[in-house]
Antibody, heavy 119, light 109 residues
Framework: QVHLVESGGGLVKPGGSLRLSCAAS????????MSWIRQAPGGGLEWISY????????YYGDSVKGRFTISRANSKNSLYLQMNSLRVEDTATYYC????????????WGQGTLVTVSS | SYELTQSPSVSVSPGQTARITCSGD??????VYWYQQKPGQAPVLVIF???ERPSGIPERFSGSSSGTAATLTISEVQAEDEADYYC????????????FGGGTHLTVL
C-alpha cells in the first residue's frame, strides 16, 4: 500500500528557513515523479514544485521560484523541500504527492505537514 | 497565468445528482483531473483523464469534458460525499505546471 509521510513543518519567523521531508513506502519510488502542493488555511490547493523520477528535472511555481528547492533521494525513498526566505504568505499545509506518469495525476498524497511563518 | 474556475458551492439532497463544473481556456487541449477533500484529510483522486475512475472510487462518480468546461457528476449523492472538490489540469504552455481550480464545496442537505 502506498504511504507518504511528511515531516519537518513547524513555526518559523519571516526570513527563516525550513526543510520538509516526505518518506515514501509501498511502491517503487524511482518510477514516479513527485510534487509538493500546499494549502493555505481555509484556502485551495496550490502546486509549488515538481521533480522527475530521476531527479534530472525540477520545476517551480512562480510564488516560490528562487526560494524553494526540491530534491529527492531515491536510495532513501525520500523527497525533500528546502524552503528559504520564508514569508507570512507561505503559511500552509504542505503535501507531497505522487505523480503517476500513466494517468498524469497525483494519485497518492501524504497527510500533510503544517508550516507557519509568523513573527 | 492560467486559471481554472469553479463555482464556490453546490447543494443537493441525498439521492439527487450533483454536478460540479470547472472552466478554463486550456481545457480543450489538456486533461482534467478531480480530487475530493474532506475536512482535515488529504485530497483523493476521484477522476483522471477527464472521465476515468481510479480503482476503489464508486461508480456514481463520473466525469466529462467538452470545450472549455469539464464536469464532475455525482449520482445518487450520499451524505459521505459532502466535501470540497478540486479540478486540476496543466498549463498548456508549460505542461509541467499543475493548475488547480479554487474548489467547490458540496453540501448534502
Amino acid at each position: 500500500q502506498v504511504h507518504l509521510v511528511e515531516s519537518g513543518g513547524g513555526l518559523v519567523k519571516p526570513g527563516g528557513s525550513l526543510r520538509l521531508s516526505c518518506a515514501a513506502s509501498g511502491f517503487t519510488f524511482s518510477d514516479y515523479y513527485m510534487s509538493w502542493i500546499r494549502q493555505a488555511p481555509g484556502g485551495g490547493l496550490e502546486w509549488i514544485s515538481y521533480i522527475s523520477n530521476g531527479a534530472s528535472t525540477m520545476y517551480y511555481g512562480d510564488s516560490v521560484k528562487g526560494r524553494f528547492t526540491i530534491s529527492r533521494a531515491n536510495s532513501k525513498n525520500s523527497l525533500y523541500l528546502q524552503m528559504n526566505s520564508l514569508r507570512v504568505e507561505d503559511t500552509a499545509t504542505y503535501y507531497c504527492a505522487r505523480g503517476d506518469p500513466d494517468i498524469g495525476a497525483f494519485d497518492s498524497w501524504g497527510q500533510g505537514t503544517l508550516v507557519t511563518v509568523s513573527s | 497565468s492560467y486559471e481554472l474556475t469553479q463555482s464556490p458551492s453546490v447543494s443537493v439532497s441525498p439521492g439527487q445528482t450533483a454536478r460540479i463544473t470547472c472552466s478554463g481556456d486550456g481545457l480543450p487541449k489538456e486533461y482534467v483531473y478531480w480530487y475530493q477533500q474532506k475536512p482535515g484529510q488529504a485530497p483523493v483522486l476521484v477522476i483522471f483523464k477527464d472521465k476515468e475512475r481510479p480503482s476503489g472510487i464508486p461508480e456514481r462518480f463520473s466525469g466529462s469534458s467538452s470545450g472549455t468546461a469539464a464536469t464532475l457528476t455525482i449520482s445518487e449523492v450520499q451524505a459521505e460525499d459532502e466535501a470540497d472538490y478540486y479540478c486540476q489540469s496543466s498549463d498548456s504552455s508549460a505542461s509541467y505546471r499543475a493548475v488547480f481550480g479554487g474548489g467547490t464545496h458540496l453540501t448534502v442537505l
